[in-house]
Nanobody
Framework: QWQLAESGGGLAQAGASLRLSCAASERTFNSYNIGWFREAPGKEREFVAV????????AYADSVKGRFTISRANDRSTVYLQMNALKPDDTAVYYCAAAQSFRYSIADYDYWGQGTQVTVSS
């Protein structure tokens, strides 16, 4: 049964870095693409980044391109989101999710974690 657990969120100042982790308890983890999404107060959940099952392909939202890096360690069933040069606009609850296809749309993701809060102060 799929379970995804995010960790690594917290409070950071603008310009600082955080690394989020997404740990999966599912033996087929290596077959799934993993995405990160975020939901800010009063806004809809939005795509942040996605990594293919092998880790060979990645994609990013324009708002985070050049600042965030997604990676995965299949031997540990974990996906990471390295967030550098954080901005107050990055404040949101961050979710990881699993999909069978390399997609950007929320509707394409089958399994979701509970989220981790990231707050960036100016």
């Amino acid at each position: 049964q799929w379970q995804l657990a995010e960790s690594g969120g917290g409070l950071a100042q603008a310009g600082a870095s955080l690394r989020l982790s997404c740990a999966a308890s599912e033996r087929t983890f290596n077959s799934y693409n993993i995405g990160w999404f975020r939901e800010a107060p009063g806004k809809e959940r939005e795509f942040v980044a996605v990594i293919s099952s092998s880790g060979g392909s990645t994609a990013y939202a324009d708002s985070v391109k050049g600042r965030f890096t997604i990676s995965r360690a299949n031997d540990r069933s974990t996906v990471y989101l390295q967030m550098n040069a954080l901005k107050p606009d990055d404040t949101a609850v961050y979710y990881c999710a699993a999909a069978q296809s390399f997609r950007y749309s929320i509707a394409d993701y089958d399994y979701w974690g509970q989220g981790t809060q990231v707050t960036v102060s100016s």
